[in-house]
């Protein structure tokens, strides 16, 4: 199995652009969920999707940042605009399964905000 | 909300011992550990599902206890590629999948 595919896996953009981050999760997985990781704020929970629906979206920091899954194998994250503080890691990990089953991390995006 | 980690970096010998802990407000269904290498995404270690059960893995162990919503991490005769950042998660009780992880314990394991 190929595990969690992230693309790309750095962007580097100018304040103001539209950002698209894209995940695909391992084959058989039901529930997809991303993280942003920074130094300040550690690996903070965005949004999850559980049979390709948005089941909670608390973490999405602003309107700026949206995310969908339109089947079970891909997904996407977009900001826009970017600001530079959206700079971080962004991690896509999906799960078979409970609770009880371990998340499987893609390789993550750094992102740049210039 | 985050559960909390401690400590927050941990320098020692190989060969030497360290716990990491991790407590939350909530109450819990599971307590999950990760660590992450430099440049690398987290890596799975173990899941603690309610019910004060302990794991392990090589020398690598946790405990959890759930009436007081903690888990600790156990490290014993330390090697080099232990280092990383060690991550708790936890699954409360009611929030269906929803894993929220603590700031991470930086564990530093010196020659």
């Known amino acids: 199995d190929a595990g969690v595919i992230q693309s790309p896996r750095h962007e580097v953009t100018e304040m103001g652009q539209e950002v698209t981050l894209r995940c695909k999760p391992i084959?058989?997985?039901?529930?997809l969920f991303w993280y942003r990781q920074t130094m300040m704020r550690g690996l903070e929970l965005l949004i999850y999707?559980?049979?390709?629906?948005?089941?909670?979206d608390s973490g999405m920091p602003e309107d700026r940042f949206s995310a969908k899954m339109p089947n079970a194998s891909f997904s996407t994250l977009k900001i826009q605009p970017s600001e530079p503080r959206d700079s971080a890691v962004y991690f896509c990990?999906?799960?078979?399964?409970?609770?009880?089953?371990?998340?499987?991390f893609g390789s993550g995006t750094q992102l740049s905000v210039l | 909300q985050q559960p909390v980690q401690s400590p927050q970096a941990v320098i020692l010998r190989e060969g030497e011992d360290a716990v990491i802990n991790c407590s939350s407000s909530?109450?819990?269904?599971?307590v999950h550990w990760y660590r992450q290498k430099h440049g690398e995404a987290p890596v799975f270690l173990m899941i603690?599902?309610?019910?004060?059960e302990q794991k392990g893995h090589e020398k690598i162990s946790a405990s959890f206890n759930e009436k007081k919503q903690q888990s600790s991490l156990y490290l014993t005769a330390s090697q080099l590629s232990y280092s990383g950042t060690y991550f708790c998660?936890?699954?409360?009780?009611?929030?269906?999948?929803?894993?929220?992880f603590g700031s991470g314990t930086q564990l530093t394991v010196l020659p």
């Open positions: 990990a999906s799960i078979q399964g409970q609770n009880n089953e371990k998340l499987f």
């Open positions: 084959s058989g997985h039901n529930s």
């Open positions: 999707f559980n049979n390709n629906v948005p089941i909670d």
């Open positions: 909530k109450a819990l269904y599971s």
């Open positions: 603690l599902l309610k019910g004060g």
């Open positions: 998660g936890t699954v409360s009780s009611g929030s269906a999948r929803q894993l929220t």
